[in-house]
T-cell receptor, first 107, second 115 residues
Framework: AQRVTQPEKLLSVFKGAPVELKCNYS??????LFWYVQYSRQRLQLLLR??SRESIKGFTADLNKGETSFHLKKPFAQEEDSAMYYCALRSFQKLVFGTGTRLLVSP | GAVVSQHPSRVICKSGTSVKIECRSL??????MFWYRQFPKKSLMLMATSNEGSKATYEQGVEKDKFLINHASLTLSTLTVTSAHPEDSSFYIC???????????FGPGTRLTVL
């Protein structure tokens, strides 16, 4: 069965510190993985997808099939990065979400 | 990205009544859309997948007679929670699928409280 695990419910860092939000997945096929972000009082929106290998707002994520991981990283966190982050796996057009990690960046 | 609206944003109802939630795509048409449910401090759980003009496909454990989905057009879908009970209290989120990569565009959600 498909499953996405985000082990940290809360990650608190200071501004300028590096950030890594962990995501592990379980999937029998070739996965499509995404990171979604939800800022305070806003809707869920796509941050990045593994297939495009892009960097959005300084965030990157690399798919590691050996470790079945898709961790989200940013070298220098900003206060405006504070939000809820969800890792998701797409299977047959359906998205399976992790439980989310709240990132809190303090000044 | 595309804009998806939901109405109402918040609703409180009495136990036993029915509540309808509308989901509209404002600037694009989509044949496929999804309804999710989110409990406090929990993840989004897919309830059903809906294709315009056909019956919705419900996920395991979701009662199709309780959560009625009508995908009336390429820009409108409704979710009706029938005979609501307090345990149906939750945050309901819709999404439309579109774009070159079949990206999902999410609505802002509807908070349902059943007394």
């Amino acid at each position: 069965a498909q499953r996405v695990t985000q082990p940290e419910k809360l990650l608190s860092v200071f501004k300028g510190a590096p950030v890594e939000l962990k995501c592990n997945y379980s999937y029998s096929g070739s996965p499509e993985l995404f990171w979604y972000v939800q800022y305070s009082r806003q809707r869920l929106q796509l941050l990045l997808r593994h297939i495009s290998r892009e960097s959005i707002k300084g965030f990157t994520a690399d798919l590691n099939k050996g470790e079945t991981s898709f961790h989200l990283k940013k070298p220098f966190a900003q206060e405006e990065d504070s939000a809820m982050y969800y890792c998701a796996l797409r299977s047959f057009q359906k998205l399976v979400f992790g439980t989310g990690t709240r990132l809190l960046v303090s000044p | 990205g595309a804009v998806v609206s939901q109405h109402p944003s918040r609703v409180i109802c009495k136990s036993g009544t029915s509540v309808k939630i509308e989901c509209r795509s404002l600037d694009f048409q989509a044949t496929t859309m999804f309804w999710y449910r989110q409990f406090p401090k929990k993840s989004l759980m897919l309830m059903a997948t809906s294709n315009e003009g056909s019956k919705a496909t419900y996920e395991q454990g979701v009662e199709k007679d309780k959560f009625l989905i009508n995908h009336a057009s390429l820009t409108l879908s409704t979710l009706t929670v029938t005979s609501a009970h307090p345990e149906d209290s939750s945050f309901y989120i819709c999404s439309f699928q579109g774009g070159f990569d079949n990206e999902q565009f999410f609505g802002p959600g509807t908070r349902l409280t059943v007394l």
